[in-house]
């Protein structure tokens, strides 16, 4: 299996986009703690690329412009591709839209690691509940299951993952796709459509109901950002040219059950209040439990940190910063 850079070795220099997101954020800080990366980061904002903290070399510039991509990825060991933008929800609004914020500014990022000319490992963040064929059947999905989404925002994750895998096949990328379940673990704003877990609690902080979208009863594979960091650095050395790896928990738990379980954490009532005429909320998924057997067998990599453990995590945490 793939090992991380040791701290003997002089340390890898890995480009991040995405790094302001909240699991951008997360992962870099992550990977800068082992002590054995350097980091560079893209950001279109000046205060990022300007400010030069969290000993990140902030690159500013944008996946639109190929110079931009050109400069960013020269003398990268590796990268993780972060960065997308919309939702499941978001996406079926403007489908052609969708398409141009992610995939062309991918392809961008794609010709400009060829332009180096010599082989970099990329790590994908691909999605894990938005990929999969819906069954009746509630069997939690494998990575070779039917990948049929139902909405642009997995249709855009999928071509880019083929796209990646074209690459590999011809020679100057190893990529490592992971298709992530419904990650969590830190704040997040409450416009978000995506987040859940992060969004009820600025709701719960505020003594305020908790926004939900679609189906309550809808049930998910939720993991911890710590879980997601680590099987990141995991496949910074991949061992195949190309390969898929869902990351989740193998478990799965509705958006009532996550409701009741940050009840419990707080120890008072959570309002609800599910909203309507929201456009696509109707056709989420039922249903989406990840099959993790490949990353434990492969990688050696299970999550560490538990739902209900993680949910109270985050909220002493948010809590103590209130």
């Known amino acids: 299996m793939p090992r991380p850079a040791t701290s003997a070795s002089a ?3 890995i480009g991040i986009t995405g790094a302001t997101g909240f699991m951008g954020k997360y992962i870099t800080q992550s990977l800068l ?9 893209l950001s279109r904002f000046a205060a990022d690329a300007e ?16 110079p931009d991509c050109e400069a960013f990825v020269r003398g990268l060991d590796a990268v993780i591709h972060l960065a997308h933008t919309n939702t499941p929800l978001s996406s079926q609004r403007d489908w052609a839209g969708d398409a141009v914020l992610n995939i062309v500014p ?3 990022l794609i010709e400009a690691l060829r332009r180096e000319s010599r082989p970099i490992d990329l790590v994908f963040a691909s999605s894990g509940g938005a990929m999969y064929e819906a069954r009746a059947e509630r069997a939690p999905f494998k990575e070779s299951d039917a990948a049929h989404p139902a909405s642009p925002y997995g249709i855009a ?3 880019i993952e083929h796209y990646l895998r074209l690459a590999a096949d011809q020679g100057w990328l190893r990529v490592t796709a992971l298709r992530i379940g419904n990650a969590y673990g830190t704040p997040l704003p409450p416009q978000r459509r995506q987040g859940l877990i992060g969004v009820a609690m600025y709701h719960v902080l505020r003594g305020e109901p908790v926004p939900i979208y679609g189906d309550p009863r809808n049930v998910r594979d939720w993991v911890h950002l710590a879980d997601v960091a680590e099987i990141v650095e995991r496949c910074l050395e ?10 989740g928990s193998g478990r799965g738990a509705s958006t009532d059950d996550i409701l009741d379980l940050i009840e419990k954490a707080i120890g008072r009532p959570v309002g609800r209040r599910r909203l309507v ?4 909320a109707d056709r989420l998924a039922s249903w ?22 993680g949910i109270e995590r985050l909220w002493r945490e948010y809590k103590d910063k209130s």
Do not use: C, H, M
């Open 11 to 13: 340390p890898r220099l």
């Open 33 to 41: 703690a082992t002590g054995r990366y350097r980091i560079r980061a």
């Open 51 to 66: 400010s030069g903290r969290e000993a990140v070399e902030w690159r500013r510039g944008d996946l639109n412009s190929p």
């Open 106 to 108: 991918t392809l961008n």
């Open 157 to 159: 994750k999928l071509a």
């Open 238 to 247: 991949p061992q195949r040219p190309f390969d898929i790896f869902n990351v």
């Open 277 to 280: 005429g929201v456009d696509g």
């Open 288 to 309: 989406a439990v990840l099959d993790i057997g490949k990353a434990e067998r492969e990688l050696g990599w299970r999550p560490k940190v538990s739902l209900e453990s």
